[in-house]
């Protein structure tokens, strides 16, 4: 079967002259929406938007801690201290810090002057930890930056109706093993929104979601992680208006086995610029990610009703978009490793697929030309799942229905366009508490 010659392949110029942050009128438009929402905002609105977060608490207060010496404790304390309705705010400057912070009171905001004016500074840290961990409700993390912690940058588990905004959270090294794994990472948890942050660094996902439900990405910028944005094991979520690039994996949507929550489900990427895709994996061997092949755009693995549609991609090796099933052992009775229900249209692509990475991609490319093409499916389900794909550019499935079949064993064939597409997912709706805070 071949893609109907009447549906020529649609290519973004401008792409490959330059670099994507600095080329394609969208991904400028992203950088500058970050850069102006975390200059712009005022004193007033601040307030206001820590007050609709907080509710209606009579005696809240503002705790400032500013940089200088015995800054751990300083802040740490004021962590401790806060109670429900505060605003502990940080100044400008470097906190040096040693080891890493914790959060557990509820409806408590946590800002500082700017992600290039607050940096929560983590060379020094003693153990492996993360740099922030919380663990209560309704709490808002805004407007600082944190680098070079030893784990995870900001962690929330269990925090329900969590908002991250205006943060930095990078490894100034550049990609390396040793790396934290995780920049932002919420997991197990209920209404979550991510808005105009960026990663860099991180061994495993720079923007990472687990476990959780009705989830909003969006604004953000993951740049030279292994994993960019990471949707996995998660239920409702709106991945749009990012910019992907320089990852080895750009947006992943993955479900993994022996979790407490599996079977992730109507996840809706739109509206992103994913491309350059390009650097090596640098994951710690033995992490899921190790397997994401360089040169990936988006890859949906073992998740189901996952709509990807209105994005920019290109310049990445190994595919713009690789649909695929979980390949590695597992004895899960109630893990589903199929892909299902994926649904492709609208999207522009550039050049993909002439250096794959995955093992037998060589043997499949030279069998196709020299290249793959810009989205592949690798065949897991067979017809019942196969995906739906509308958008006008060749698009390969490697025939492997059977999980177990590697993929030297691919036996190619061109998947067939489909105008044929399901029922649009519905908008993700936070709380109006939580976007409050980022008007």
């Known amino acids: 079967m071949t893609v109907p010659k009447s549906m020529p392949m649609r290519v973004l110029t401008g792409f490959s002259a330059t670099p994507p942050e600095e080329a394609l009128g969208k991904s400028a438009r992203i950088l500058q929406t970050c850069e102006m929402r975390m200059r712009v905002i005022g004193i007033n609105a601040i307030a206001a938007a820590s007050l609709a977060i907080a509710g209606s608490t009579a005696f809240a207060k503002t705790i400032s801690v500013a940089a200088g010496d015995d800054a751990q404790a300083r802040l740490q304390e004021a962590l401790i201290g806060a109670a429900p309705g505060d605003v502990v705010e940080l100044g400008s400057g470097r906190f040096k810090l040693t080891d890493g912070l914790s959060l557990d009171v509820p409806k408590v ?9 607050t940096i929560l500074d983590f060379t020094g840290q003693l153990g492996a930890g993360e740099g922030l961990l919380v663990t209560s409700d309704d709490v808002v993390l805004r407007d600082f930056a944190v680098e070079n912690t030893k784990g995870d940058g900001i962690k929330s588990k269990g925090a329900d109706r969590i908002v991250y905004y205006q943060l930095r959270v990078e490894w100034t090294g550049g990609p390396k093993e040793t790396n934290g794994a995780y920049g932002i990472y919420p997991v197990e948890s209920q209404d979550v929104l991510v808005d105009s942050v960026l990663v860099r ?4 996902a720079g923007i990472y979601v687990g476990q959780s439900r009705n989830i909003v990405v969006r604004n953000s910028v993951a ?25 080895t994996g750009g947006i992943l949507v993955f479900d993994l086995p022996n979790l407490l929550q599996m079977g992730g489900k109507n996840v809706r990427i739109f509206e992103n610029v994913v491309v350059d895709n390009s650097t090596p994996n640098f994951a710690p061997k033995g992490n899921i990610v190790a397997n994401v092949p360089t040169g990936t755009g988006v890859m949906v693995m073992a998740n189901r009703n996952v709509h990807v549609f209105d994005n920019m991609l290109g310049q990445n090796g190994t595919t713009n978009i690789m649909v695929v099933g979980y390949r590695y052992p597992q004895q899960d009775p109630k893990y589903d490793p199929i892909a299902r229900g994926v ?12 250096d794959p990475k995955f093992p037998g991609s060589q043997q499949i490319a030279q069998a196709l030309g020299g290249s793959l093409p810009p989205i592949f499916w690798d065949g897991a389900g067979g017809a019942e799942a196969q995906p739906i794909v509308a958008d006008p550019v060749p698009a390969l499935s490697l025939g492997l229905a059977d999980l177990k079949a ?11 366009y489909s105008a044929n597409l399901p029922q649009e997912l519905p908008r993700i709706r936070l709380p109006e508490s939580m976007e409050a805070v980022v008007r």
């Open 109 to 117: 905001t946590v800002k500082g002057q700017g992600s290039g004016q």
């Open 201 to 204: 660094g991180a061994s495993d």
């Open 223 to 247: 740049l030279e992680n292994v994993a960019g944005i990471e949707i996995e094991n998660s239920y409702d979520a709106d991945v749009h208006d990012n910019l992907a690039t320089r990852n």
């Open 343 to 354: 649904a492709i249209w609208g999207n522009q692509h550039d050049k993909a697929g002439w």
């Open 406 to 416: 590697s993929p030297e064993s691919a036996q190619p064939v061109m998947l067939q």
